[in-house]
């Protein structure tokens, strides 16, 4: 519900097509997640990733129609809501933080700090070359 809410808000409209996206990945997901509990040896991100990469391919005959569907859901209104899920879950940690104590405060900004650093660094470089 929350990625259709800023799915909208990023398409500024409410459309069918992004419902439809929304549930072709979200079928994805689920028939991806249900292939890795029956075969326990490879995981369900393989499955999902395996099965995203089948159904966009030529290969198959409904790419064209789930190509149009997925694309009408912006990726930045994906990312919103899966860093903003990911942001809260220290929360369900908190005792494991509180034992750790005030150590993990200086490495955490230290390795925060040093991967912007070369982020910024990696990025100078590589736009630099492309001008």
């Known amino acids: 519900m929350l990625g259709l809410g800023t799915a909208f808000v990023a398409a500024k409209e409410v459309s069918w097509d992004i ?3 929304y549930a072709v990945l979200l ?7 249900l292939l890795g509990k029956v075969s326990r040896k490879i995981s369900a991100i393989v499955w999902i990733t395996t099965l995203g990469a089948y159904v966009s ?3 198959f005959f409904a790419s ?4 149009r569907l997925v694309g009408s ?3 930045l209104s994906i990312a919103t809501i899966m860093l903003t899920l990911a942001g809260l879950s220290p929360g369900k940690d908190l005792p494991l933080l509180r034992r750790i104590g005030w150590k993990i405060v200086p490495v955490g ?3 925060i700090t040093v991967s912007f650093l070369l982020s910024v660094v990696i990025a100078e470089f590589t736009l630099g070359a492309w001008g």
């Not at 079928?27 to 997640?33: E, F, I, Q, Y």
């Not at 064209?64 to 190509?67: T, V």
């Open 27 to 33: 079928a994805l997901v689920l028939l991806g997640l």
């Open 19 to 21: 419902v439809g996206g």
């Open 57 to 59: 391919s030529p290969w």
């Open 109 to 111: 900004l230290v390795a």
């Open 73 to 75: 859901v912006d990726f």
């Open 64 to 67: 064209d129609a789930l190509n």
